[in-house]
């Protein structure tokens, strides 16, 4: 038997079923031969072809009938073996009767009796295999279940465990689930916000809100939102929050999830940051006010000194004066941004290279000018950029030759110098950073640089020259044609 049911795991049972079927429609459709060879008589035909053919036409149909059944297809092979049991029981009873009694005909018997008990088999394999299949199926469910459960107790562990709140809300915007951090954040207990409206904690109106939520949701738009809450104590919360809609359920509701974090202390922070700005850029503002008089006032009387009386205290006193003006300036941009650059005209940048040179201590090298653009920008400001470059060229990079030069939307200034390592060049730009702090280096100059270009909104960037040294680059320079242009296509 065991073969046997092996072969029929390899044919499968769908095709088992349906083989006895054609084979007993085969039978029947050849016992009229029988008549015509006047072996039978007609009557005889015609009631064995018909048991036989009837029987075969119910496992055809049977068969076809299969996988709309109620029956898991791994249970078809136990159907058929149903089956050709019954088959082999009857076939047993009448070699049996064969055996201890006569049969007056073994054809007939054969025929007649196993397609029935087949008949029989299948309809009895067919309830064997509902009855496993309710009993598979639920054991299924139940591991299903399981799963879930674990699934379930882990999400809610998460749910739990993570420090930020999390509500769940319906279509109607009531609560469906929140974590113990969005009740401590409210005040509220689970029991008092499920089922309860939004609008219990929430300031805005909550339906223009789940609106918006999700139409950007929907839109694939960024859904992190600021909003207030009030907690049971009355106080107001500031916080920020994402949304998201959870996949639908049985009914085709998409309920809301959002993940809220309280940024009260955040917003505090950044208005006192804010405001320490401010003062900073008032007392700046403030400060480079009242240095300007007495810092121009010492210009003018150290210029009437006589350099010959002592030369080198002379040369001392200017370059002092001449280095807290630069302080001056960068502070002010530092501070002010834009708001210091209020000056604003066609300016040679050959020329504000060849004026900025000429205030740099550098007899031994040498500036190519390789540059012919006009721009519009504050004349002050343009030859303290290239001056910086210059002396940082001079004084960290040990250069012999600076060029400075034009391409199709911007210039640069290149040197021959030591150049500046690729590890460096991300933070050369930081406030503060110098590698000249023995010798009164503050660390500014490239970061004046750097505020200039975005106020200008050009995009400055450093890479290495063609000579090995450094290459400060300025892209996005609308010059006086780009500019003219721009207003003649506007007009």
Known sequence: MGYVSNSISRVGGQRVILGLGWLYVAVAAGLPLLYVLEIRGLADVLTISLLVGTSGLVHVYFGNLLPNLDVRPDLYDEIARWCLRAIAIILAVILFVAVVASVNDPLTSVLILSALASVAG???????????TRAFD??????????????????????????????????????????EAYTDLVGYTREELIGAHASLVVDENVTMLDERVKEDIRAGAANTYETTLTTASGETVAVEWTGALLPPSADGRRDLV????????????????????????????????????????????SQQLPETANPEAHEYVTEAFDRIEDLIDVMLVLTQGGEAMTERAPVDLAAAARDAWAEVDAPDVALELEIDRT???DDTYIRHLFRNLFENAVEHGGADRITVGDFDDGFYVADDGAGIPGADRDTIF???????????????????????????????????????????????????QDATRDVESQS
């Not at 139940?142 to 999400?155: D, G, I, M, T």
């Open 258 to 301: 959002g993940v809220v974090r309280d940024v009260t202390r955040r917003n505090r922070r950044k208005r006192q940051l804010e405001a320490q700005n401010a003062q900073l850029e008032n007392f700046a503002g403030m400060l480079t006010h009242e240095l300007r008089n007495p810092v121009s006032i010492g210009q003018i009387y």
């Open 375 to 377: 721009v519009i920008v």
């Open 122 to 132: 299948l309809g009895m394999g067919y309830r064997d295999a509902q009855a496993k």
């Open 430 to 480: 930081e406030s503060g950073y110098t590698t000249a702090g023995d010798d009164g280096g503050m660390g500014l100059g490239l970061t004046f640089v750097q505020e200039m270009a975005q106020i200008y909104e050009w995009r400055c960037s450093v890479t290495e020259s063609d000579e090995g040294g450094a290459s400060f680059e300025f892209e996005g320079v609308e010059g006086v």
């Open 138 to 179: 639920a054991e299924d469910r139940q591991r299903e279940a399981e799963r879930y459960s674990q699934e379930l107790e882990r999400y809610e562990t998460i749910v739990e465990t993570v420090n930020d709140g999390i509500f769940v809300a319906d279509q109607a915007s009531r609560f469906l689930l929140v974590n």
